[in-house]
């Protein structure tokens, strides 16, 4: 994997702006916060967020694969604003499950999510080197 930071551009923070990536490729569906049996446990946006990717995580070993594989991620919040406001818990989530990989990455805010008490549903591409 290559991360791609063009000469000059400031480093992004929490992200990356391109990887370059060959090898067996895996694509997560939306994945969102709830337990093994789909029961929302946490409420907080932070919450959830942690729970999503630890649910990613998981599927990624089905295959397996880890959090380093990680190279696309695109993150669908309920609410912009609640986001910004978590992102110390949401950095310590983070590091605590993916560790230091910033895959390329977008964060959508959507008006609503399929399942109501959904706060983020996250979608993931990984790359395991052939």
Request: with cysteine; aromatic share 8%; proline share 5%.
């Amino acid at each position: 994997m290559k991360i791609l930071q063009p000469p000059g551009w400031p480093r992004p923070k929490g992200y990356s702006n391109g990887i370059s990536a060959s090898g067996r490729m895996i694509f997560t569906a939306g994945v969102v916060g709830w337990d093994e049996a789909e029961c929302f446990r946490e409420y907080s946006l932070h919450g959830q967020f942690a729970q999503a990717l630890k649910n990613v995580i998981a599927i990624l070993a089905e295959d397996g694969a880890g959090p380093e594989h990680v190279v696309r991620m695109t993150c669908y919040v309920t609410d912009r604003h609640e986001y910004l406001s978590s992102r110390d818990e949401i950095g310590a989530a983070w590091r605590e499950v993916m560790g230091a990989n910033y895959p390329a990455m977008a964060l959508v805010e959507v008006k609503g999510l399929v399942e109501s008490a959904a706060k983020i549903e996250i979608e993931t591409t990984a790359v395991v080197p052939a």
